[in-house]
């Protein structure tokens, strides 16, 4: 069920449903969409349940992002370090 999940997720970054950046303010340095990670070269590390949503982990060199999903299309990314 995780991994179905977590492909699901993937393929949602990188096809036409692109994840929403939910803070209502544009794109920071800070914040992302999962879209945007993805193609700047992100890749997903691990995928946690918390509660009824998923933390989705994102590392490119020493940068990493935190993305939660409360749905398959609306996420909240942030940098972690």
């Given at each position: 069920?995780?991994?179905?999940?977590?492909?699901?997720?993937?393929?949602?970054?990188?096809?036409?449903?692109?994840?929403?950046?939910?803070?209502?303010?544009?794109?920071?340095?800070?914040?992302?969409?999962?879209?945007q990670l993805?193609?700047?070269?992100?890749?997903?590390?691990?995928?946690?349940?918390?509660?009824?949503?998923?933390?989705?982990?994102?590392?490119?060199?020493?940068?990493?992002?935190?993305?939660?999903?409360?749905?398959?299309?609306?996420?909240?990314?942030?940098?972690?370090?």
């Amino acid at each position: 069920m995780r991994r179905l999940l977590l492909t699901m997720v993937v393929l949602s970054g990188v096809s036409g449903a692109q994840a929403q950046d939910t803070t209502g303010t544009a794109s920071s340095a800070a914040s992302a969409s999962m879209a945007q990670l993805l193609s700047q070269g992100y890749e997903i590390k691990t995928a946690v349940p918390n509660g009824k949503k998923f933390i989705v982990f994102l590392q490119k060199d020493k940068s990493a992002y935190a993305c939660e999903f409360s749905s398959l299309t609306t996420s909240r990314c942030g940098s972690i370090n």
